[in-house]
């Protein structure tokens, strides 16, 4: 029997790791003061999404006292049909976050390890830590997975691996041979998570977004996402492709109602509507390339990128470096995002706009390079 004051001195704690997370934090996206901000700290497709998508959301009011429908069968089908997929093998979510916190939830505990890249994705070791288990980071030579030191980081412990392909904040990609490679080296019980949440806008012929090794084996999972290219973050809808094993146990933890009735109308018309798609990869392509060009021509080294945003590194002298450069875009009212949190002090990232952004972004970046204003 306990003694009735016993519960005095104890006091509420979560389980152990939830306290060695540092939270998340999202892209700035205000100024105070500051009327007009262009907002490029979270890799949004600034131009906003297709109008079918925004129509299919405003669409969507009369319904909302409804449940959604748990499944999201129609937004399956509507994803299976464009990408050539089995629908049965799809799971939806809100967000590929959710999905990538539901697989390591599923797949990894205490004692586990949850192996990544050096820059990968902050979210891949926040998830690890959430549920007790301990992330592990393989270092990258030249920001850019190392599939060698992946595998030689795996150990009896490691349940999952995460690639982002292509990769954030980075930019950098895997090519199909490498990312096969890493594969067939890891154990049958790893779990290999591709996150390919900026898929659409590679255009470079060796790159897969992960569905032919989903095809080959039960242990790989593809993730995707509705929040960049599509231009749909604030929807927040993502979705999985996996073998029917990883498939059935996600369905058994997610939320029953996980995904919103607008998100998913707003989602089967969002991927019906290719040329929008097309037409936002050729435009982050061409102003990808020239505001590269543009930056490079102050000095600044870009790291090459097939992705909607660039990693610019600046020198490490004070006043040059890049916290000056922050805090000079913020003055303009420009929102970059800094990445020493990913252990990349003297970079920032910034997400590739318009025609317009880029432009204002460049010539920011000009006058702080020249000391002006
Ligand atoms: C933006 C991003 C995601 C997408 O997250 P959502 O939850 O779908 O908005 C996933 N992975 C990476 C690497 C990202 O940069």
């Avoid at 299919?56 to 509507?78: F, Q």
């Avoid at 799809?90 to 990538?100: N, P, Q």
């Avoid at 060796?206 to 039960?218: I, Q, S, T």
């Avoid at 018309?269 to 936002?280: G, L, M, Y």
Wanted: net charge negative.
């Amino acid at each position: 029997m306990t003694a009735p004051d016993d519960g005095e001195t104890r006091s509420l704690a979560p389980k152990p790791g939830i306290l060695d997370i540092a939270p998340y934090i999202g892209g700035e996206h205000s100024v105070p003061g500051v009327n007009r901000v262009f907002r490029l700290a979270s890799n949004e497709n600034t131009a906003g999404p297709s109008p079918k998508a925004r129509a299919a959301y405003i669409a969507t009011a009369g319904e909302i006292h409804r449940y959604p429908d748990g499944s999201s069968e129609r937004l399956r089908t509507a994803i299976g049909k464009a990408h050539g997929l089995d629908p049965a093998r799809i799971v939806c979510g809100a967000g590929s976050d959710e999905l990538i916190q539901l697989l390591t939830k599923a797949y990894a505990g205490v004692g586990d390890e949850v192996l990544y890249s050096q820059y990968g994705f902050l979210l891949y070791p926040i998830a690890a830590k959430s549920v007790g288990a301990t992330p592990v980071a393989a270092p990258e030579a030249g920001l850019r997975t190392d599939v060698d030191a992946v595998l030689a980081r795996v150990t009896e412990r490691t349940r999952i691996v995460f690639i982002a392909n292509p990769n954030n904040p980075t930019g950098s990609y895997l090519p199909q041979d490498e990312m096969r490679r890493l594969h067939a080296g890891l154990p049958r019980d790893v779990l290999l998570v591709l996150d390919a949440a900026y898929a659409e806008y590679v255009e470079e012929a060796d790159y897969d977004c992960g569905v032919e090794l989903v095809d080959a084996a039960d242990n790989v999972v593809m993730s995707r996402t509705f929040s960049k290219i599509y231009a749909l973050a604030g929807l927040r809808l993502g979705w999985l492709y996996g073998s029917p094993g990883i498939v059935d146990v996600i369905h058994r933890i997610r939320g029953p109602f996980n995904v919103g009735l607008a998100a998913q109308e707003a989602g089967v018309a969002a991927i019906a509507d290719e040329a929008f798609v097309t037409a936002s990869r050729a435009a982050a392509t061409r102003w990808r390339g020239w505001l590269t060009d543009a930056l490079r021509a102050l000095g600044l080294t870009v790291h090459p990128s097939v992705a909607n945003f660039v990693l610019v590194r600046f020198p490490a002298e004070p006043g040059r470096d890049a916290a000056a450069a922050l805090a000079f875009l913020k003055t303009r009212g420009i929102l970059v995002r800094g990445v020493g949190g990913y252990g990349l002090p003297d970079c920032v990232r910034v997400t590739v706009g318009g025609e317009e952004e880029c432009r204002v972004v460049a010539a920011a970046l000009g006058d702080f390079v020249a000391h002006r204003g």
